[in-house]
């Protein structure tokens, strides 16, 4: 049996008895699992998965078929892209702060905002992230210090400079984000966030703390501004100088390209299955002419290691193999009754599945973001070409984000930093995943690796994908 719950040593009487025990509690915490979904839901036709009997055939050849089915399934439809007046009522705060253009003789995404009320105070007494974050608090009580020294007077009224990111590194987990973060940190033109995932937009401008929790208090837009102010002292300094700034910041939360799960939270579910409004659309009605960098990985080992990095305990090949099972069943659920993107996009079904599949579905995300920016605005990466060679991938990084030439011993510093956020050692000893959820794995992303290739126009990006001709079957891309 495929998913096998018990070892052969165990009598079977014995084997009977906790095979009875397990199906029960499936049974119970798919039922657990509708009631979420008919809570988030106010027609029946947003229950995005069917309900298997008890006696679920469990063989290999069954998880195939579901595969197959699933494959059958895909289709790449254009989204529908909201009007920036939609966006501007749903978020009128957002956009009365944040101008129309920024100053043009600084590089960076910045603005002065007229100060009001008493500067006397501590402007991030009350900040959010200084309040979940003792290192940001820090920084924070080491800006107050000095906040009246950086403000300015334009016709009698304070001001202040703010600034928003002139580059977002958007995901994936797992991909080698952090070890990005932590070269790009070494550019002497790049200042990136402290800490390096805000997760602001997708998740903590809605209220929620950590994914998969319901909102609390929504961190305001200031809040997030603040996090870019020594940024902007440094930007201040050049302005006053009378000298432009080539100083640029960013950051990186991993959530960014995929993650918008929060969205029923905010905008009601009475506007169908798939979310209206998406991250990008925010970002792109404020910051057109932002950049942005996506770093991605064969699909079916960014998954094994995004199970051994949050996974909590019992983590084993065995373990992964049926939580793979378990979530490919209720894809593939999902998809008789609505289409792909309300699938990728449904945040019940993805904090129901045990294993984070639809984070590896980059073709979905990309062709998103795509219907918001440009092609030439996002530089997507291949985790194993950057860590093959770190120094091509950062000059290819340094040349989109248009920053100037580098001293050799700087790049050599870059390029021979120590890799970041590698396997941990307990991990590496559970060894590699078993062969057949590698199969089960690597059928299940084949379509959209290969409309990922096509969209890039580089066949690498279907990671050599070896698919049985047993098991493919004709895909719509259309």
């Not at 304070?158 to 070890?179: A, S, V, W």
Request: aromatic share 10%.
């Amino acid at each position: 049996m495929m998913c096998e719950f018990v070892s052969s040593a165990v009598d079977l009487k014995h084997r009977s008895s906790c095979i009875q025990c397990s199906k029960v509690c499936g049974f119970i915490l798919l039922l657990v699992f509708i009631t979420a979904s008919y809570m988030l839901s106010s027609e029946r036709k947003t229950l995005l998965f069917a309900l298997y009997p008890l006696e679920e055939d469990l063989s290999e050849d069954a998880l195939r078929d579901v595969v197959r089915s699933i494959a059958a399934k895909v289709r790449f439809r254009a989204r529908r892209v909201p009007d920036v007046s939609e966006l501007i009522r749903l978020e009128e705060h957002m956009f009365s702060v944040v101008p129309q253009h920024f100053l043009p003789e600084v590089k960076n995404p910045c603005w002065f905002e007229e100060l009001r009320g008493n500067v006397s105070t501590d402007p991030y007494g009350s900040n959010l992230f200084g309040r979940s974050f003792r290192q940001i608090q820090l920084i924070f009580e080491q800006l107050s210090g000095s906040f009246r020294q950086r403000l300015t007077r334009h016709d009698g009224k304070l001001q202040r400079l703010r600034c928003l990111p002139y580059f977002y590194i958007i995901g994936q987990p797992k991909c080698g984000t952090t070890d990005l973060y932590e070269r790009l940190r070494l550019h002497p033109d790049v200042r990136l966030t402290l800490p390096k995932e805000p997760h602001w937009w997708t998740r903590k401008r809605l209220g929620i703390i950590r994914s998969g929790e319901r909102p609390h208090t929504r961190f305001p837009l200031d809040h997030y501004l603040d996090l870019f102010d020594p940024v902007a002292f440094q930007v201040l300094q050049s302005l006053l100088g009378n000298s432009s700034s080539s100083i640029i910041t960013g950051e990186a939360s991993a959530s960014t390209m995929w993650d918008n799960n929060g969205w029923l939270y905010l905008h009601g579910n009475s506007t169908g299955a798939e979310p209206p409004w998406l991250v990008q659309d925010f970002i792109g009605a404020l910051q057109p002419e932002a950049r942005f960098i996506a770093v991605l990985r064969d699909p079916v080992e960014r998954l094994y290691s995004d199970y051994l990095y949050f996974g909590t305990s019992n983590k084993s090949a065995l373990d992964f193999h049926q939580k793979v099972c378990e979530s490919l069943r209720m894809f593939e659920g999902c998809l008789r009754d609505a289409g792909l993107r309300a699938c990728v996009y449904n945040g019940t079904l993805n904090h129901a599945m045990s294993v984070r599949l639809q984070v590896g579905l980059y073709v979905v995300f990309l062709l998103d973001w795509l219907s918001v920016f440009s092609r030439d605005q996002l530089l997507v990466l291949r985790l194993e070409d950057h860590a093959s060679n770190p120094a091509l991938s950062m000059n290819r990084i340094f040349r989109f984000l248009r920053l100037g030439a580098l001293s050799d011993h700087r790049q050599r510093q870059i390029s021979k930093r120590p890799a970041s956020n590698t396997r941990r050692a307990s991990d590496r000893d559970l060894g590699p995943m078993r062969p057949v959820t590698r199969e089960l794995l690597t059928v299940f992303y084949s379509p959209f690796n290969q409309k990922l290739a096509e969209v890039l126009r580089d066949e690498t990006f279907t990671w050599d994908t070896h698919i049985t001709s047993r098991l493919r079957e004709p895909v719509d891309h259309s």
